[in-house]
C-alpha cells in the first residue's frame, strides 16, 4: 500500500460562515413583513404556495396592463408613438396578462375580479392617459440600495417628469399604483405606503443624487365608481412630500422591520402580528384556520362524506 504524502502537513481551515448580506423587496419582503409576520413565514420565506391568488392577480394584472399601455403611448407594442390606448387595446392586453399568469397558476377567485380590474383599467386609461403618458420617463423603474446589515430593492412602477418642469433628476414624480381603496388615514397601512414612498425616495436619492419632487400614490379602485368617472375623483391620489427628517424616520422603521425578518430567520419563529391585518389579507390566507387572532372569524370547513 502507497502512503499519499503530497498534501502531508497541508491544514485545511474550517469554512467560514457567509457573509452575504440578505436583499430584502420592499413590497414583498418589508411591507409583507409587516402586514403579518406569521403569514410572511410561510409563504415569503419558506416558500410555500397560497392556494387562493386573488390579491396576486389583481394586483399584477393591474400593473402588467398598465406598463402595456405606457409602452403603447410610447410606440413600444406595435403602435404610432404618441397614440392612446383604445378600450379594445386594454381588452387585448388584459387577455395576454391574464393568460400569462393563468399559466403561472395565479387565477382570479371569481369572474367578478377580473371585470372589475378591467373595468377600472379602461377608466384609468381615459381619466389619466392624455395627461400622464406623455410625462412618464421609465417605467417599472428598479433601485437599489446598500444598508448595514442587508441589501434594500424596490421598483417604482412609473418615473415621470413633473408637469411643466425641466426634464431635471430633481424634478421627477414616482407614481405607485396600489389596487385598493383609499384606506383610513389613521391605518397602518396607509403609514406603510407613505414610508414607502420615502424609502423610495431616499433609494432614488442614492442613484440620482437628489430627492424627486414628489410620490403620487394612486388608489386604482376609487375608479370603480357608478357612473363610471370622467375625470379623477379626489380621494383616487396622494401626494407624499418629502422631507430629510420624515425620510430617516421610514428608513429606520423599515431597517427595524429588516432586522426583525433576520432575527426571526435565524430563529426559524415567526410571531403573530400585535393585532389583525385587514380582512382582505385573512380572507386569502391558507393559514386562518387556526390562526389564534382570526380563526373564530373563519370555521374549518370538512369534506362533505
Known amino acids: 500500500m502507497t502512503t499519499w504524502t503530497n498534501f502531508k502537513g497541508i491544514a485545511v481551515p474550517k469554512p467560514q460562515l457567509s457573509t452575504a448580506r440578505p436583499r430584502f423587496s ?3 419582503d418589508i411591507l409583507s413583513f409587516r402586514r403579518c409576520g406569521r403569514q410572511y413565514g410561510y409563504f415569503g420565506n419558506d416558500g410555500f404556495v397560497p392556494a387562493q391568488a386573488t390579491q396576486i392577480f389583481y394586483g399584477t394584472v393591474i400593473h402588467q396592463v398598465l406598463d402595456r399601455c405606457h409602452r ?3 410606440g413600444l407594442m406595435g403602435s404610432p408613438k404618441g397614440t392612446l390606448p383604445t378600450d379594445p387595446d386594454i381588452d387585448l392586453y388584459f387577455g395576454e396578462v391574464q393568460n400569462a399568469l393563468r399559466s403561472h397558476g395565479v387565477r382570479p377567485a371569481s369572474p367578478k375580479v377580473a371585470e372589475k380590474a378591467l373595468r377600472v383599467l379602461k377608466v384609468f386609461n381615459r381619466v389619466e392617459g392624455p395627461t400622464l403618458y406623455p410625462l ?3 417605467t417599472e423603474f428598479r433601485l437599489e440600495s446598500e444598508r448595514s446589515k442587508y441589501i434594500l430593492r424596490g ?4 418615473l415621470a417628469r413633473n408637469p411643466g418642469a425641466p426634464d431635471d433628476p430633481s424634478q421627477m414624480e414616482i407614481w405607485d399604483y396600489k389596487g385598493t381603496r383609499f384606506p383610513d388615514l389613521s391605518s397602518s397601512s396607509f403609514q406603510d405606503y407613505v414610508w414607502q414612498m420615502c424609502v423610495y425616495a431616499e433609494l432614488y436619492r442614492v442613484r440620482a443624487g437628489t430627492y424627486p ?3 403620487i400614490l394612486y388608489f386604482l379602485n376609487e375608479l370603480d365608481l ?3 368617472p370622467a375625470s379623477r375623483p379626489l380621494r383616487a391620489v396622494y401626494e ?3 422631507t430629510e427628517s420624515v425620510v430617516k424616520q421610514a428608513l429606520a422603521q423599515f431597517d427595524n422591520t429588516a432586522q426583525s425578518i433576520i432575527a426571526c430567520q435565524t430563529q426559524n419563529t415567526w410571531p ?3 393585532a389583525a391585518p385587514g380582512q382582505e389579507t385573512c380572507d386569502i390566507c391558507d393559514i386562518r384556520w387556526n390562526c389564534p387572532l382570526t380563526k373564530s372569524n373563519y370555521p374549518m370547513r370538512l369534506p362533505i362524506p
Open 240 to 242: 407624499v412630500q418629502f
Open 213 to 215: 419632487a414628489k410620490a
Open 72 to 74: 403603447h403611448f410610447w
Open 155 to 158: 421598483v417604482v412602477d412609473v
Open 226 to 228: 357608478d357612473p363610471a
Open 272 to 274: 403573530l402580528p400585535s
Open 136 to 138: 412618464i420617463r421609465d
Open 26 to 28: 420592499l413590497t414583498s
